[in-house]
């Protein structure tokens, strides 16, 4: 007989998901899971755009409820995608009611999808929009410390409203230039992998102050639960390593990450 997965616990202080991507996910119809997770006190969703092709899905869903949104951007995969086309539709809407950064960008050289010299054209000009937007930024960045520090750091004066380094899985030198400045990281169901201990280890030396929860799904299901498709309704299983990790009480960090939270993308509530 197999063993009974632990229930997903449900929390007094509501939690903020900062990056998840609803168009992605395939078990259950968008209904049952955004009930799900107002179930176990997810106050907000964030969807993520990742390509010219779903900007405008991103816009859609961020219409599903009133706590749902969005954020508009190329991920690096699809930066031989971008075109002149895609960065006026990004500018055109950066600045909607439902839509609160510019995103997802970066670099990815773990893959490399796209030409690197074409990744970091495209990471500019979105870094571009974002300053003349003032919106914040949700960034990858997999295998490219080095080059997503020489760009952000290019923006250094510029990029005001700063934003995360999501999915945080780079080494504690990009993780210390972001922390100091002034950026989140973003901490997932990785934070919960047995082999993720340099994970955990930017964990313990990120503030508490500068962390943000996301779950990314429906990729990096959290323990107890790999194997099935993640969802933003598996965020208190983040939020419960994290407050192992740091030794912190678990109020204090649903408390800290939520203000985090607001203070990144929703500053003005």
Avoid at 84 to 99: L, N, V, Y
Avoid at 122 to 135: N, S
Avoid at 153 to 174: A, D, N, Q, Y
Wanted: with cysteine; charged share 30%.
């Amino acid at each position: 007989m197999s063993k009974k997965r632990r229930e997903i616990p449900v929390f007094d202080h509501p939690i903020i998901e900062t990056h998840c991507h609803l168009d992605y996910l395939r078990d259950r119809p968008l209904e049952e899971t955004l009930a799900e997770a107002q179930r176990v006190n997810i106050e907000r969703v964030i969807t993520i755009a990742v390509s010219p092709e779903n900007l405008a899905t991103v816009r859609e869903l961020s219409q599903a409820a009133p706590w749902v949104y969005g954020t508009q951007g190329v991920h690096p995969h699809d930066a031989e995608k971008y075109s002149d086309a895609a960065e006026a539709e990004i500018r055109a809407h950066a600045c909607d009611d439902k839509i609160v950064a510019v995103g997802e960008i970066g670099l990815d050289y773990f893959y490399d999808n796209a030409d690197r010299d074409v990744q970091r054209e495209v990471f500019r000009r979105q870094l571009q929009i974002a300053c003349d937007t003032d919106r914040p930024v949700v960034i990858h960045s997999r295998d490219a410390d080095d080059d997503t520090i020489t760009i952000l750091k290019e923006f250094e004066s510029t990029l005001r409203r700063r934003g995360v380094i999501h999915s945080f899985t780079s080494g504690p030198g990009l993780a210390q230039y972001a922390l100091d400045q002034g950026w989140c990281l973003g901490f997932n169901g990785i934070t919960t992998f047995n082999k993720a201990e340099n994970v955990r280890d930017i964990v313990r030396m990120a503030p508490i102050e500068q962390i943000l929860l996301e779950t990314d799904s429906p990729f990096l299901t959290p323990v107890p639960y790999r194997g099935k498709e993640n969802a933003p309704f598996y965020i208190p299983f983040v939020a419960e390593k994290i407050a192992e990790v740091k030794e912190l009480p678990l109020e204090s960090v649903l408390a800290k990450t939520y203000d985090n939270s607001l203070r990144t993308f929703f500053p003005r509530q």
